[in-house]
Each structure stands twice: as structure tokens, then as C-alpha cells.
């Protein structure tokens, strides 16, 4: 998000450069083709800059929209005011210019009006009618759309309709695209999708409704996740307060994990003092090392399989497992060791193959025979 907030200073320095230029540019040298050439480039820079602004408003959570010094000064308020202001004194200087050129004039004004239709060129999500989107959805489009005075309600109908499908569009299906009925819609869609105790619901369905793992993989590990961050994240942009809610999450994605992954668990909070409690920050950080250590393995396996054979595939044999790290000595598997998992892949594969570990689970009490199909 830092970075996207970088772009936007840097964004809005050019819209107020070009009105700083225009204003201190000689009128001698003012010419209508020059001013509408300045009046291009300036939509060009206001476009990037909602654009931008539609990128940050998606990824930013409740608290960031509160505390953020880009959400404090109101950075695209003032983006926005100060291209308004000065479209607003090129537009004026190309008629004061066009006095005595009426044709020159007329185009000139259709050409602008064409521009402020097809301005902001900007792409919403798609809302269905499902409650656990409706909250991000309602955000965007209030920020973009919705508070935009320089759109029409004609021209917000517009948007808000081309933005919906299934059921929120069968919702609107029978509303004209016209200027009385704009507020008429945006509110027949808060009264049906803005319950905040079905949000809550769905997102807490979601979140205890998760699948259990079968097995250990990547992909598996990875999706339960995103998910509970995903679900916490939209709690609390819901103002629900989930701060005392460590232990509760822990204990129910715990036993959403496969029985591999559950054991690797209670070792590794196993060597915490008895009346300390795991955090999900902490549970978080295992869980990404959990799925970084199946994608090296992963990758690994491969690569390994293709040097020896290219063109033959292999399978692997393992034999019994062990808990004692070979890497730092400390008692859990290699598997699960944070210090192992923080090498670069390179360094990993060399550190295996120079203790001959096993490359399918890391373990150093037995090789992996490679078969070869025949």
C-alpha cells in the first residue's frame, strides 16, 4: 500500500504542477491548442490518480481508513479539488480565447463534455448479492462513484448498475437509468444488502465452515490460511472487536489441520512455559512455514528427479521419521525448524544434500530410493 500511496504523491505533484505552469504561463503565449493539449495531459494524470486511489481504498483495512496520514488529509480530496480547479481556469481561458471563433468554441466544449462521459475510467468489482462482499463493495463504490461530484446520477447509474450481477442485478433490473432514479437504487440496495448482523453471519460461517485437511500440502495450508486472515479482517472492518480472539481462532483452524500438521503444532507450543498462551500471530508463523517448507520440498523433489533422469519419472520410498533437528539441533523436525526455513532455496537444497537428508521429508534416518518406471 506504501508504495501505491508513492505514487499518488508523486501523481499529485504533476495535476498541481500543470495548474501552477498554466497560471504563471504569459497570455501572449496562451493559445487554445496548447491549452487543450494541457487539458489531455491533465485528465491523463487525474485518471492514474483515481485509479490508484480505487487500489488503495481496496486493500486498505478499517484501521489504515482511520489512522493512515493518507486517509487523514484526505489526499484525494485534495487531488480532486485541485483538478477540478484548474480544468475549471484552462476551460475558461479556451472560451475567453474562443470569443471570436465560435465553431472553434463549439468543438472545443463537445470535445470536453465527450471526455467528462467517459471519465473516470474506473473498474468496480463486480457485486452479486453474496453479504460477505457487500461491505467492500459498498467502500469502493461510496469513495469512487457515489461522493464523485463530478459525476451525474445519470452517469452513478450508470456505474452502479454495470457493476452488479445475479442477484443484486435482478434487483435493479426494472429501474431506468435516469436522473431521479440514482438515489432511488443506491438505497433499494442498502435497505436489501447493508444488515450488518447478516455480514457478521456470513463471514462467520465462512470462517468456521472451512474444510478439514486430509493431508499436508502447500496449496491446503496456504487456503485455510488467507481464509482466517481474510474472515478477521472483514470482522473487523465490520466494527467486531476480535483482539481477545487468539486462542479461540487457534483452537478452530487446529483442528481443521491434517494430523501431521496438528502434531507439528502442540510440539512446537509444547516448548512454551505452562501458563503462557499462543498467540495467532505466532500460530500464523507456522503456518506459513508449514507451506514454505512443502513448496521447497516441493520444487526440490522435482529438480533432483530431472538431473538424475530427465527423461524417466521417479517416485520416492521413505522409511521412519525422526523429531531431532539436524539443522539446528533443537528438538522438532527440519520440517518445522523457522531457522532452516529462513535460507534461500539454494542454500536449503545444499544443507540436504550435504547431510544426506532424505529430499522427500527432510529426515536424516533414511535415504529416498528413487524407483524408475520402466
Not at 16 to 42: D, H, M, P, W, Y
Not at 67 to 92: C, P, Q, R, V, W
Not at 334 to 345: H, P, Q
Amino acid at each position: 500500500m506504501e508504495t501505491l500511496i508513492s505514487e499518488q504523491e508523486v501523481t499529485l505533484e504533476l495535476i498541481k504542477k500543470i495548474g501552477v505552469n498554466f497560471r504563471k504561463s504569459s497570455k501572449s503565449r496562451l493559445k487554445v491548442a496548447t491549452i487543450q493539449v494541457k487539458v489531455e495531459t491533465l485528465n491523463e494524470y487525474w485518471t492514474k490518480f483515481r485509479t490508484t486511489h480505487f487500489s488503495i481504498v481496496q486493500i486498505a483495512t478499517s484501521e489504515k481508513k482511520l489512522k493512515h496520514k493518507y486517509f487523514a488529509i484526505d489526499m484525494f480530496g485534495i487531488g480532486e479539488e485541485e483538478y477540478i480547479n484548474t480544468k475549471s481556469d484552462m476551460l475558461e481561458k479556451i472560451e475567453e480565447l474562443s470569443e471570436k471563433a465560435p465553431e472553434l468554441l463549439e468543438k472545443n466544449i463537445t470535445h470536453n463534455q465527450t471526455q467528462e462521459v467517459k471519465l473516470p475510467k474506473i473498474n468496480i468489482p463486480q457485486f452479486s448479492g453474496n453479504y460477505h462482499d457487500w461491505s467492500t463493495f459498498r467502500d469502493l463504490y461510496t469513495s469512487l462513484i457515489h461522493n464523485n461530484h463530478s459525476l451525474s446520477k445519470v452517469q452513478k447509474l450508470h456505474y452502479l448498475k454495470s457493476s452488479i450481477t445475479d442477484e443484486a442485478d435482478q434487483l435493479l433490473r426494472q429501474i431506468q437509468i435516469t436522473e431521479r432514479n440514482y438515489d432511488v437504487a443506491w438505497e433499494t440496495l442498502n435497505n436489501r444488502y447493508n444488515n450488518r448482523r447478516i455480514i457478521v453471519q456470513t463471514i462467520l460461517n465462512r470462517l468456521f465452515n472451512q474444510r478439514k485437511l486430509s493431508q499436508s500440502t502447500a496449496k491446503g495450508i496456504k487456503d485455510l490460511l488467507d481464509t482466517t486472515v481474510e474472515c478477521l479482517n472483514s470482522l473487523k472492518n465490520n466494527d467486531v472487536e476480535t483482539t481477545n480472539w487468539d486462542i479461540i481462532v487457534i483452537h478452530l483452524i487446529v483442528n481443521k489441520l491434517d494430523d501431521e500438521s496438528h502434531k507439528q503444532w502442540e510440539e512446537d507450543v509444547g516448548e512454551l512455559p505452562i501458563d503462557i498462551l499462543p498467540t495467532f500471530e505466532k500460530f500464523m508463523k507456522f503456518l506459513e512455514t508449514r507451506f514454505r517448507v512443502y513448496e521447497m520440498m516441493s520444487t526440490t523433489s522435482v529438480n533432483v528427479s530431472r538431473e538424475r533422469n530427465p527423461s524417466k519419472t521417479k517416485s520416492f520410498i521413505t522409511t521412519n521419521n525422526t523429531q531431532h533437528c539436524p539443522f539446528c539441533r533443537q528438538d522438532h523436525r527440519l520440517s518445522a525448524c523457522t531457522e532452516f526455513a529462513k535460507l534461500d532455496v539454494n542454500k536449503r537444497i545444499e544443507h540436504v544434500q550435504n547431510a544426506r537428508l532424505c529430499f522427500n521429508c527432510l529426515s536424516p534416518s533414511h535415504s529416498a530410493y528413487y524407483l524408475e518406471e520402466v
